[in-house]
């Protein structure tokens, strides 16, 4: 699982953020680990939208749990857009 998890974020790094030295890559990808590396989150930020994207590792995809915009920095309280899948679980 770690290894598959691992994996994963090295190719959605590699394939998200681009190699264009003269600009900011469109996409920043950063895998998080909780519990001691029993969960994964990977937090995708489009740079261009200025949205941040959360999804939850599982076995061998990734779903989407919520987002928000980044021109929300800075206030207090920052709402979080959840997705339909995010609320099944």
Known sequence: MKQATLLL???LGFL???CNENKAPRYDVQPIALAGGLATIFQITDNEQNTVY???AEKDHLV???KFSLSEVGKAKIQMEK???SNEQ
């Open 83 to 85: 997705t339909a899948e």
């Open 54 to 56: 959360l999804y939850n």
């Open 16 to 18: 998200l953020t681009g």
């Open 64 to 66: 989407l749990s919520g």
């Open 9 to 11: 974020a090295t190719a």
